[in-house]
């Protein structure tokens, strides 16, 4: 049981817009920055949103990320088949002084 | 460019212990926090542990909190997992990556190195 919720899968139509959430509590996400990874199959995770709505340099501008109060949420436009891969967020719990990743959410682009 | 390359992943018998390390280049070594997440075959991603970039401090997961060790040596640009204590449940691949969760996320991730933990 992840310490951060994240649906188990997403799916939408390639062009489509879709938005994953990541729900946590106050002692992390809501007193931390949030950060999203990509995980294409058989890969390393890479890193697409960090403090909770910065891309790094690279990652196209339809990636974007948002946090409001306790929960945070990844969202892709112009999606492609590309994208399909397992997306993460993870911040530090403060209370646990541990890090903590969600469960993952598997992005189906139908 | 950045660049992050672990070693030392192997099958090990419970009980027994390993020492990863993951060799850093591309960047100033010393100026940067490095963690280790790992990850069980078909499972998420599992933080394990991080430490600060001058070693000034380090934590770890409860998983492995009293088992695992952290270390660096900026003179080998080189960072260290020991693992004491293997079980089951530490079968994983094990990534280093440049960065800290309470700020800048890991922004580098290496290839992996599965330790596979099995009598």
């Known amino acids: 049981q992840s310490v951060l919720t994240q649906p188990p899968s997403v799916s939408a139509a390639p062009g489509q817009k879709v938005t994953i959430s990541c729900s946590g509590s106050?002692?992390?996400?809501?007193?931390?920055?949030v950060s999203w990874y990509q995980q294409l199959p058989g890969a390393a995770p890479k890193l697409l949103i960090y403090?909770?709505?910065k891309r790094p340099s690279g990652i196209p501008d339809r990636f974007s990320g948002s946090k409001s109060g306790t929960s945070a949420t990844l969202g892709i436009t112009g999606l492609q088949t590309g994208d399909e891969a397992d997306y993460y967020c993870?911040?530090?719990?403060?209370?646990?002084?541990?890090?903590?990743f969600g469960g993952g959410t598997k992005l189906t682009v139908l | 460019q950045v660049q992050l390359v672990e070693s030392g992943g192997d099958l090990v018998k419970p009980g027994g212990s390993l020492r990863l390390s993951c060799a850093a280049s591309g960047f100033t070594f010393s100026d940067f926090y490095m963690s280790w997440i790992r990850q069980a075959p078909g499972k998420g991603l599992e933080w394990v542990s991080y430490i600060a970039s001058g070693s000034t401090s380090k934590d770890y997961a409860d998983s492995v909190k009293g088992r695992f060790t952290i270390s660096r040596d900026s003179a080998k640009n080189s960072l260290y997992l020991q693992m004491n204590s293997l079980t089951a449940d530490d079968t994983a691949i094990y990534y280093c990556?440049?960065?800290?969760?309470?700020?800048?996320?890991?922004?580098?991730w290496g290839q992996g190195t599965l330790v596979t933990v099995s009598s």
């Open positions: 990556a440049r960065g800290r969760l309470s700020e800048g996320g890991f922004d580098s």
């Open positions: 106050s002692s992390n996400i809501g007193n931390n920055y």
């Open positions: 403090d909770s709505n």
């Open positions: 993870a911040t530090w719990d403060s209370s646990l002084s541990a890090g903590v």
